[in-house]
């Protein structure tokens, strides 16, 4: 990088009589090192949430609506899907996900006859289950992918018909409070 | 946006009298340095990944907000770049665990509530992928009993 002789630095030659120069090359040699350290600093991630509402216990259960209580509860090994307290299938967690697949479409088919449903809690089955773990089932229980086809709900208010973008986007973490 | 209008007129000429003009560049550089400070500091999207935590992968197209950012490490609780907390072994010490609450993470938490200008319980959790649910269940707890509810477990954007 050339910071070199200092050609025509505001009338370098001292009279400045109005046709000095700027010397730029400063500038640019300030500007082309400051970029790179801006491209190099700002090493990111775009990071994601999922939202997270978290069960606490309760003394009045509203009894008006709908019974639908969709729960899954997963552990470092197994995992167990309740549907109205009914247990709708077993699960054993491998480390490849391919016990997901079978989950996510077991919740489509839910989904397909609980259309207007949003609700699902997941649970730890013991202390030891991981973060990663609860994520997963959590990704997997909110998202439809394409390959679970179009699904509608029909809007009572606009008789229309919806195209649902989420399976059970509103995940409620248990057992914290107990 | 000819910023520098008069960059162009440099004395240095080469063998064939031709001036290099660097008007054109000097913008281009003036309208990047513009772009990436302003995308580097106004989008809480991008969160700089904390070392020693791998985060777990999110298909949640919800960018993470503009709210506190709690990063539960192997070394423990860090808020704002200051540990809360100090972790053993990637846990906090048994008593947490047994009672379920975390004083330290309280008081810091409680300050922070007063300190933001529009409280909404929102509590963003950079967490290790590998922590169990016993090492999140008395941070969950001890931010809940503050009003803290809203959590968003945070994780690396999986296309």
């Given at each position: 990088m050339a910071f070199g002789k200092k050609q025509g630095h505001f009338g370098g030659d001292g009279g400045?009589?109005?046709h000095g120069e700027l010397m730029i090359t400063p500038l640019l040699d300030l500007f082309v090192a400051l970029i790179p350290f801006l491209i190099l600093s700002a090493v990111m991630v775009k990071i994601n949430v999922v939202d997270v509402a978290v069960s606490k216990p309760v003394s009045?259960?509203?009894?008006?609506?709908?019974p639908f209580n969709l729960h899954v509860k997963v552990g470092p090994t197994q995992a167990v899907l309740l549907l109205n307290k009914g247990v709708k299938a077993r699960y054993t967690v491998d480390k490849e996900g391919v016990w997901l697949e079978k989950f996510h479409s077991d919740l489509v088919a839910i989904k397909k006859v609980n259309l207007d449903s949003m609700e699902i809690r997941v649970e730890p089955l013991s202390d030891k289950t991981s973060l990663d773990t609860l994520m997963t089932v959590m990704d997997s229980a909110r998202r439809l992918k394409k390959s679970d086809g179009d699904i509608y709900r029909l809007d009572e208010a606009n008789k229309e018909k919806v195209k649902l973008k989420f399976l059970f986007p509103k995940v409620i973490l248990r057992g914290v409070y107990s | 946006m000819s910023t520098f209008g008069f960059a162009g007129k440099s004395k240095r000429s080469f063998s064939g009298g031709a001036e290099l003009n660097l008007t054109p560049m000097i913008d281009m550089f003036v309208i990047l340095i513009v772009f990436l400070i302003k995308s580097y500091s106004t989008s809480p999207t991008y969160l700089t990944p904390t070392q020693d935590i791998e985060l777990s992968q999110t298909e949640s197209e919800e960018g993470a907000p503009d709210k506190p950012a709690l990063i539960v490490g192997r070394d423990g609780l860090i808020l704002n770049g200051s540990t809360i907390v100090s972790f053993q072994d990637g846990k906090p010490s048994s008593q947490y665990l047994r009672t379920s609450v975390i004083p330290e993470l309280r008081t810091v938490l409680l300050k922070l509530k007063e300190v933001e200008?529009?409280?909404?319980?929102t509590l963003i959790l950079q967490a290790d992928?590998?922590?169990?649910f016993n090492v999140l269940k008395p941070i969950l707890k001890t931010a809940g009993a503050i009003g803290y509810n809203d959590i968003k477990f945070a994780g690396v954007y999986k296309e």
């Amino acid at each position: 990088m050339a910071f070199g002789k200092k050609q025509g630095h505001f009338g370098g030659d001292g009279g400045g009589h109005g046709h000095g120069e700027l010397m730029i090359t400063p500038l640019l040699d300030l500007f082309v090192a400051l970029i790179p350290f801006l491209i190099l600093s700002a090493v990111m991630v775009k990071i994601n949430v999922v939202d997270v509402a978290v069960s606490k216990p309760v003394s009045v259960i509203k009894k008006s609506q709908k019974p639908f209580n969709l729960h899954v509860k997963v552990g470092p090994t197994q995992a167990v899907l309740l549907l109205n307290k009914g247990v709708k299938a077993r699960y054993t967690v491998d480390k490849e996900g391919v016990w997901l697949e079978k989950f996510h479409s077991d919740l489509v088919a839910i989904k397909k006859v609980n259309l207007d449903s949003m609700e699902i809690r997941v649970e730890p089955l013991s202390d030891k289950t991981s973060l990663d773990t609860l994520m997963t089932v959590m990704d997997s229980a909110r998202r439809l992918k394409k390959s679970d086809g179009d699904i509608y709900r029909l809007d009572e208010a606009n008789k229309e018909k919806v195209k649902l973008k989420f399976l059970f986007p509103k995940v409620i973490l248990r057992g914290v409070y107990s | 946006m000819s910023t520098f209008g008069f960059a162009g007129k440099s004395k240095r000429s080469f063998s064939g009298g031709a001036e290099l003009n660097l008007t054109p560049m000097i913008d281009m550089f003036v309208i990047l340095i513009v772009f990436l400070i302003k995308s580097y500091s106004t989008s809480p999207t991008y969160l700089t990944p904390t070392q020693d935590i791998e985060l777990s992968q999110t298909e949640s197209e919800e960018g993470a907000p503009d709210k506190p950012a709690l990063i539960v490490g192997r070394d423990g609780l860090i808020l704002n770049g200051s540990t809360i907390v100090s972790f053993q072994d990637g846990k906090p010490s048994s008593q947490y665990l047994r009672t379920s609450v975390i004083p330290e993470l309280r008081t810091v938490l409680l300050k922070l509530k007063e300190v933001e200008a529009e409280f909404t319980g929102t509590l963003i959790l950079q967490a290790d992928k590998g922590v169990e649910f016993n090492v999140l269940k008395p941070i969950l707890k001890t931010a809940g009993a503050i009003g803290y509810n809203d959590i968003k477990f945070a994780g690396v954007y999986k296309e």
